[in-house]
């Protein structure tokens, strides 16, 4: 495990990241509650804010991103390159997301500052999936970049083991965890499984790894911020989110909440 505190995509050892990869796993739907954030320009203004430690892109986007910096002149977030992805459009016998970039790629053609990967374990591809992220991890080391693991256990294994209550079992996501740990990523990006006591249960599994909460689908900034708030006070390490970002006509409003929860080790209350 790196040490992550001297990290690029970390800030006083906690990371608020950007996740812009929604135009890959669920499309254009995303988008449709704030037109203007289909185009990238404006999710990469957005990055600038200084509460954002990482960008997260696929491929495709951070090829653009890195003109757009060239071409604006402005700095905008460190890059986290998204590695792996799929698509919403057919219909599948389990989740499996293939590599679209390789780490060298990523980082001897657009300088990226991390690697991101999800992992679907549970899925009837959790196999291929691991041998997948050996590659990355291992190339990731030579690259001397830290990997972020999207930790999403979910599939037909997990549906149809009765020890198990489905994804959003709190068992299941702080197993979710605990393999960031096992199979060597620097940080680990999970679903919050609902409540602060079973974020503690995640954590008892993860030693000095760091983790940061899923956003997950749009809601009002004070339960967002409790969410957040709630992991940090247990150990978590800050955010990963797309949607309660960009879809909101200002998010530089609740991005300055989040930098005071995250960052500054501000209440809700305060933040508000
Ligand atoms: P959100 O904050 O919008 O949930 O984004 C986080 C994220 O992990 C994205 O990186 C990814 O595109 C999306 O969620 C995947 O969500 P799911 O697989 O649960 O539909």
Known sequence: MKDMDDSAITRNGNSLILA?????????????????????????????????????????????????????????????????????????????????????????????????????AGSIHEDEMWKDFREVQEEARKYDVPVVMWSYPRGKGIEENPDYSGQKDPEVVAYGARLGLELGADMVKCKYPGNQEDWERLESQVAELKTVMSGGSKRSDRAFLQDVHDTIEVSGNGLAVGRNIFQREEPGELLDKLEKVIFEGKTVDEAM
């Not at 060239?70 to 698509?87: D, F, Q, R, V, Y």
């Open 20 to 120: 812009y990869d929604h135009g890959t796993e669920h499309g254009p739907v995303d988008f449709e509650p704030m037109p203007k954030s289909a185009d990238p320009r404006h999710v990469f203004e957005v990055s600038q804010h200084d509460a954002v430690t990482a960008l997260a892109l696929q491929k495709g986007n951070a090829e653009y991103y890195r003109n757009w910096q060239e071409n604006t002149g402005n700095e905008g977030a460190p890059l986290l390159l998204k590695i792996n992805g799929n698509s919403s459009l057919p219909k599948r016998e389990d989740y499996y997301s293939p590599k679209q970039c390789s780490v060298q790629y990523a980082v001897e053609e657009l300088d990226a500052d991390a690697i991101g990967y999800t992992m679907y």
